[in-house]
């Protein structure tokens, strides 16, 4: 029999059956039932702005005076690290979206305050990296003709991280295997923080989070010299 965490028919029924189901009845909010496309690309336009907004704040902490190509990088994972503790707080999930928005509004204000710092030179590179890894990301999606889970067809690994997304969002489900065998739960969090935010399912904040890798990270490669 097919191991539900890992693929095959249960890790299928894992994505579409009732678990899925009953987690979207239970944590959707009013009004928000939006389509898996649109929920997707704003679950990565948010990781994307956020990472943005909390590297470039991290990175003038530390003296780092003009933007350049690691702000994204550094972000997303001060905000992975953010999250990941701040969820297995009381409140959970409502402990991860305080401590989340806390640490970008305050990355805000903190760039507000400094404005002289928060543009440079390496912007003007970034930007059409950054758009283009993100269209490029976008290939299978555009060439399927929908919006699901790429390459499920060679392993549907997602299956598992998607459960353990969920027992995240709901721990009042068994613990899964992963959380237990001690597997690192760093992306997951970030995952259950925003489709706790948009009040949607835990797969278009995963795809989200797929998305938003590459115009977070593709920029790095064009690093100037020295850096």
């Known amino acids: 029999n097919p191991d539900p965490e890992r693929g095959g028919a249960g890790g299928r029924q894992a994505l579409n059956g009732p678990l899925s189901r009953d987690w979207a009845g239970a944590h959707m909010l009013p009004g928000s039932r939006m389509g898996t496309g649109v929920a997707t690309y704003l679950s ?25 190509f690691l702000e994204g990088a550094v972000g ?9 503790i701040a969820i297995r707080l009381p409140g959970e999930e409502t402990a991860s979206l305080l401590a989340s928005g806390v640490l970008v509004i305050g990355s805000l204000v903190f760039l507000l305050v400094r404005r002289e ?13 950054a758009l283009l890894a993100g269209l490029l990301a976008s290939v299978p999606f555009i060439a399927s003709g929908q919006i699901g889970i790429p390459g499920v067809g060679l392993n549907n690994d997602m299956a598992m991280h998607l459960v353990d997304t969920e027992y995240l969002l709901d721990n009042s489900r068994p613990e899964p295997v992963a959380i237990i065998n001690g597997y690192p739960m760093g992306p997951h969090s970030l995952v ?4 706790s935010l948009l009040g949607t399912e835990p797969l278009p904040g995963w ?9 977070v990270a593709a920029p790095r490669l064009h690093l100037e010299p020295g850096v």
């Open 207 to 215: 795809l989200g989070l797929l998305l938003a890798g590459d115009p």
């Open 44 to 68: 990565a336009l948010l990781i994307v702005l956020a990472s943005l907004l909390v590297g470039r704040a991290v990175l003038l902490l530390l003296g780092r005076r003009q933007a350049s």
């Open 117 to 129: 710092s928060v543009l440079g030179p390496a912007v003007g590179v970034a930007v059409p990296v």
């Open 192 to 195: 259950a923080t925003v489709v």
């Open 76 to 84: 997303i994972a001060t905000l992975v690290l953010v999250c990941t």
